[in-house]
């Protein structure tokens, strides 16, 4: 089996028993209409300090939401010792890394796009006027945050306090793919569409994507057998 | 070729070695009783075989080739001290999640062809925690055995048993050795492991003890076998 079917399974396995069990997936939708409902009372925003704030706001709670789904990444497969099989089996260590990047990212898109209507009711925000570069910088930078959160879900799954080493190792990581996902938003959010200034923040996101994703698959046996 | 071989195997655990300069081999087709007192290195050992784990120092060769390699780990099966079953899955879905990952050709068929072997078919809908102690191993075995891999690795696979379940394990794994599998086993059950095998690989503190055949002896008294580490019974 090659690495992609490999991820296509992972994905495929995760992504079933998160539907199933739907522990990390209500966690981290319920926390994050919480935050939605609580900032806009706290910060009691006009239309454009709301557009002005959204960026971060948004991202600040994908970010928060997005470790709660990926603490549960390779937590999931302790009980029964399911990790060792799946280490034991056929599957590439990049597939398994990749299948399991790829199930947080859609349960995390899910989580963003779910969110995105809520933020616009509350905060009396037209966003859909760019939604198709917004959508496109959601996944580039939801799927940055998943494939290096994977690798260090994986790294840190053995830990007793992984809860809180796992956002203290991803985050600062995370911080330039952050900058790029928070301005492109903000920008689009105000409908304004992409322009000069706002590329160069999309190449960013574009470039770190590409730059950890190969990272992975090169560290990914390192990673799963050390 | 030597279905395992290991020279000068050694596994380091911070200081401490878990293994140290493990020497042997074994021949295919052959079913080892891998024994020895608790922390003798059993686990380790399986585990390094199983490619979870890579050597300190020295070589371990699983038909020629390293265990870490994922061709190499299609040719074993290892059923390590859990089941390795996911709870969200049926019993079905489990054992259908084994064969996409091993890549089999024939899947469904293959999967109630086992789920019958294992008495298991009339609860395929069924969760593995909803199962007995004795349901999940037969499961477990059934994820393991129907890649019908070249060499199989158990860890304590009688553990927590009754009688009936262990006859049911038991002659799981006769079919599977008559079917030409190299059976590695650990277990505790001295008696029980003594009859399966044919050839015995004893640890102690790390280092091999005794590598070889399985004796008249050994199946009279089980406990006479720690004797060849310098133990008592």
């Not at chain 1, 079933?16 to 209500?26: A, H, I, P, T």
């Not at chain 1, 935050?35 to 704030?53: K, T």
């Not at chain 1, 963003?112 to 209507?117: M, N, Q, R, S």
Request: net charge neutral.
């Amino acid at each position: 089996m090659n690495a992609f079917q490999a991820t296509l399974l992972v994905a495929g396995k995760d992504l079933r028993m998160e539907l199933r069990s739907k522990d990390s997936l209500n966690a981290a939708i319920a926390f994050s209409m919480a935050m939605l409902v609580l900032f806009s009372f706290a910060f009691d925003a006009d239309a454009e300090q709301a557009r002005e704030i959204a960026g971060g706001l948004l991202w600040l709670i994908f970010t928060f939401a997005g470790t709660l789904l990926l603490n549960r990444s390779f937590a999931r497969e302790l009980p029964n010792d399911c990790l060792e099989a799946l280490l034991a089996s056929p599957l590439p260590a990049a597939g398994i890394l990749f299948g399991k990047a790829v199930s947080n990212a859609v349960l995390l898109l899910a989580v963003e796009l779910i969110c995105l209507p809520v933020f616009g009711i509350f905060y009396n925000i037209a966003w859909t006027r760019q939604w198709l570069p917004l959508l496109a910088v959601l996944i580039l930078a939801t799927w940055g945050m998943s494939v290096i959160g994977t690798v260090f879900s994986a790294l840190t799954v053995h830990l007793q306090l992984r809860e809180v080493m796992l956002p203290v190792l991803v985050y600062p990581v995370l911080i330039p793919s952050l900058l790029a996902a928070i301005l492109l938003s903000a920008h689009l959010i105000g409908g304004q569409p992409l322009n000069g200034d706002t590329y160069a923040w999309l190449r960013l996101l574009v470039g770190f994507d590409v730059i950890f994703t190969l990272l992975t698959g090169a560290v990914a046996s390192k990673v799963l057998v050390g | 070729m030597m279905a395992v071989e290991a020279r000068r195997l050694t596994r380091y655990f911070g200081v401490q070695a878990a293994l140290r300069q493990a020497s042997f081999a074994i021949t295919p087709g052959s079913c080892v009783a891998l024994l020895g007192r608790n922390g003798a290195g059993k686990t380790t050992l399986l585990r390094l075989l199983a490619g979870l784990q890579s050597p300190s120092e020295g070589t371990l060769t699983v038909f020629g080739k390293d265990p870490l390699m994922p061709a190499t780990r299609q040719m074993i099966g290892f059923l390590g001290h859990g089941s390795g079953l996911y709870d969200e899955l049926t019993a079905e879905e489990n054992l259908l999640l084994a064969a996409r990952m091993a890549g089999l050709p024939g899947k469904r068929e293959r999967v109630k062809d086992w789920l019958r072997r294992v008495q298991l078919d009339r609860v395929s809908t069924q969760r593995p925690h909803e199962f007995s102690r004795g349901m999940r191993q037969r499961l477990a075995l059934a994820r393991v055995l129907l890649s019908q891999p070249k060499l199989l690795l158990l860890d304590e696979p009688l553990t927590a048993l009754d009688d009936r379940a262990t006859a049911i394990v038991r002659d799981l794994l006769s079919q599977a050795q008559q079917a030409g599998a190299t059976i590695l086993m650990s277990t505790h059950h001295l008696s029980e492991g003594l009859q399966l095998a044919n050839q015995v690989l004893l640890l102690h503190r790390g280092s091999v003890s005794y590598s070889g055949e399985r004796t008249e002896v050994m199946l009279q008294d089980p406990a006479s076998v720690y004797a060849l580490c310098g133990e008592g019974a």
